[in-house]
């Protein structure tokens, strides 16, 4: 799909159909999560890749019964690793890059995710230290975001946005 | 350009041609960048667009000389309104979702740069206080990429990547 076309069309995704994601699709999809830029090319984000239904249904657990979790075909947690990249740049590192890096190959990861015909969506809202455990992750692993991933089932409502206006000033504030 | 071919090919520019970028562009660019996903639809993203010159100068002295900033045709400063985020998800609205909507929106932002053969970098080092004052900033706008572009000059150098087996894991960590 076109660039701009796969970016504008792209939606939140929270029904998914039965339909299995490959492990092709799988691959492509986490290729294009890390090519993204990120600081210093430290690359301290990590996936897990989670296909589990047990596994789902306790990180829909914390995430405050996001059932959208549970009913993915594949679950992808995105996590950064604090000791990498706190190593590299120190807090600045560790508060603010470990988060953009991370993000960044999350929307590369969505729009492969979407160019293939999957959906998928950002689910922000969890107990760090229950998908923690959950996940077995390391104490210097923390875990930014959980990515349900599926083939779309239904109807993808199309959120609006603020004008360019509201939100883009020229030369200063 | 096809969206994974997108992804894969860019680059962070660092050395851009006298071109200027057009206003035209700028709104291709700046609409990709707003149709990021974000954290319950809050957009508390802001842009700050800077073409002068003098401007650019100050914003690449607060970058500790990061001099890519003042040769750039043009300088897009992403923000977050904390206020926005902060009253809709307290502490992780603003220590989490502001970093990771505004760095979803600066990757749309960088591959539709790409897309139309011009090039971006990611400047994620800069004192904040400074670069509030230079863009005038209400205390609640918070800076947090700095993306210099233009149309790339020479070569633009390759990063290489961790292998997939050094950064995913299966079903746990």
């Known amino acids: 799909m076109e660039i701009l076309k796969c970016i504008n069309s792209r939606r939140s995704v929270r029904n998914f159909s039965k339909k299995d ?24 984000w990590r996936f897990i890749v989670v296909r589990k239904r047990e596994t789902m249904e306790m990180l829909a657990e914390a995430s405050f019964q996001q059932k959208v ?24 590192g560790k508060d603010v890059y470990s988060l953009q890096d991370a993000a960044v190959t999350c929307q590369n990861l969505m729009l492969a995710v979407w160019d293939k015909g999957i959906g998928s969506c950002w689910v922000g809202s969890f107990d760090e230290k229950k998908v923690q455990n959950i996940l077995v992750l390391p104490k210097n692993v923390r875990p930014l975001a959980i990515i349900p991933l599926g083939y779309p089932q239904g109807h993808r409502e199309k959120q609006p946005r603020k004008s360019l206006e509201e939100v883009v000033h020229h030369e200063f504030y």
Chains 1, 2 share one sequence.
Do not use: F, H, W
Request: proline share 2%; glycine share 4%.
């Open 21 to 44: 994601v490959s492990e092709t699709d799988m691959d492509d999809i986490l290729m294009a999560a890390v090519r993204a830029p990120n600081a210093g090319n430290i690359q301290e």
């Open 69 to 92: 979790i549970a009913s993915a075909a594949v679950v992808i947690i995105s996590c950064a690793d604090m000791d990498e990249i706190g190593k590299a740049y120190s807090s600045r």
